[in-house]
């Protein structure tokens, strides 16, 4: 199993969260589509819901107010040593700040902020929370990747901020895309979804969770009052499907294939 009690390097993908309008409808959602169980941290943080697998934490939701303007999302945070320095690395290489930076009792600090293509995505400095403890196995998060309708700016941005290395999947028209590595290992996904992307969905971070077989989890996502954007297909990487919660959140449902592909 995959699990981690150390912090994530600097620039890799760390936590991931749920902005809901419903909350409670979540809860029961992701309990059953993934086994996880949840704990109520109460009103000192909002009422922040955390999620765990095993025991160990995956992610997180709080509550999407009505007059946010804001639709439900999965977000993704990044892991810095020090969320001041990285919000005006940032903002000097073209990003928005969303939420400024702020501590988090002893559990850390994060800012919010839009890259310059206008993918939010969220910032973590570690202190009494690390970030996942469990991650790349079944029913936990095994993927982030930005889907830009900006491609050489968003490469630029992360490569500048992060110190990403960036390795070319795939560099054709029709399928651009670039992962991002740190210390050697590839750590989050670049794709140029100019394309392909409707006029009215901005460029975004999408979050895959690992699951042992998508179909089930599929037939279990509409029993739960979610929808399926797009059915489960093989790849070269898995195979996948886009899916929505019943409030609306996007998410994507990843399966390791056998390596003969059967």
Not at 64 to 78: F, K, L, R
Not at 132 to 147: A, I, L, Q, R
């Amino acid at each position: 199993m995959t699990t981690r009690d150390t912090a994530f390097a600097p620039g890799t993908p760390c936590w991931v969260d749920l902005f809901s309008a419903d909350v409670d409808k979540a809860k029961v959602f992701y309990t059953n589509i993934f086994g996880w169980t949840f704990e109520d941290s109460g009103e000192e943080f909002g009422g922040y819901v955390s999620f765990f697998s095993d025991g160990h934490a995956v992610g997180g939701v709080m509550q999407n107010a009505p007059d946010s303007g804001i639709p439900d999302v999965w977000s993704t945070y990044i892991s810095t040593e020090d969320v001041n320095a990285t919000v005006t690395a940032a903002t000097e290489a073209g990003a928005q700040v969303i939420v400024p930076a702020m501590e988090v009792s002893d559990l850390g600090s994060m800012a919010v902020l839009a890259d310059p293509a206008g993918a939010a995505f969220g910032l973590w400095q570690p202190g009494a929370h690390l970030g996942f403890g469990k991650y790349n196995e079944p029913n936990s998060v095994t993927w982030n990747e930005t889907h830009s309708k900006d491609f050489a700016a968003s490469t630029s941005f992360y490569s500048t901020v992060f110190g990403w290395e960036l390795e070319k999947t795939s560099d054709i028209d029709d399928f651009r895309y670039y992962t991002g590595q740190v210390d050697g290992e590839p750590v989050a996904g670049v794709m140029d979804s100019s394309t392909f992307l409707p006029a009215e969905v901005p460029s975004h971070w999408a979050v895959y969770f690992s699951v042992a077989d998508v179909d089930a989890a599929l037939a279990k996502v509409v029993e739960l009052g979610g929808s399926i954007v797009r059915p489960a297909e093989d790849t070269p990487f898995g195979r996948i499907a886009d899916v929505t919660d019943p409030t609306g959140a996007m998410f994507k449902l990843h399966q390791d294939l056998p390596a003969d592909g059967s």
